[in-house]
């Protein structure tokens, strides 16, 4: 499973925020918050996948795979929505106006697609 490809995915919507903090000071403890949980999330998957390639843990491995591979996409499916925002940035040569439009589109977004902001989305 391709565990390590996910955490460099999570890494680099991290990466992405990183950007949002300047610009952004009042959203700049959300901000750093969603940096945190990309990063804590794809630490997880490190360990993970340093976890699957042990044989101690090879039968408990196949218990769980279902479910890696479940959040593997998920996670996928939210990088890929957060990074197609991301491109309204002009590779960080926006406006504080265009960041904080980028901002507010992606909280709406994700609320409207399941009643709940992202970071509640990563903590599920």
Same mark, same amino acid.
């Given at each position: 499973? +391709?565990?390590?490809?996910?955490? *460099?995915?999570? *890494?680099? +919507?991290? %990466?992405?925020?990183?950007?949002?903090? +300047?610009? @952004?000071?009042?959203?700049?403890?959300?901000?750093?918050?969603?940096?945190?949980?990309?990063?804590?999330?794809?630490?997880?998957?490190?360990?993970?996948?340093?976890?699957?390639?042990?044989?101690?843990? #090879? #039968?408990?491995?196949? @218990?769980?795979?279902?479910?890696?591979?479940?959040?593997?996409?998920?996670?996928?499916?939210?990088?890929?929505?957060?990074? %197609?925002?991301? &491109?309204?940035?002009?590779?960080?040569?926006?406006?504080? %106006?265009?960041?904080?439009?980028?901002?507010?589109?992606?909280?709406?977004?994700?609320?409207?697609?399941?009643?709940?902001?992202?970071?509640? &989305?990563?903590?599920?």
């Amino acid at each position: 499973m +391709a565990l390590r490809s996910s955490a *460099e995915e999570a *890494e680099r +919507a991290a %990466d992405g925020f990183s950007t949002f903090r +300047a610009p @952004l000071p009042q959203h700049k403890t959300e901000i750093t918050s969603l940096i945190s949980d990309f990063y804590a999330i794809s630490s997880s998957l490190l360990s993970l996948d340093d976890l699957s390639k042990d044989p101690r843990y #090879r #039968r408990s491995w196949a @218990l769980v795979h279902p479910d890696v591979g479940l959040l593997r996409s998920s996670l996928k499916y939210t990088v890929e929505d957060i990074v %197609d925002f991301f &491109r309204r940035l002009d590779g960080g040569h926006a406006t504080p %106006d265009t960041y904080q439009r980028t901002w507010l589109s992606i909280e709406r977004f994700f609320w409207d697609e399941a009643q709940y902001s992202l970071g509640t &989305r990563l903590a599920k």
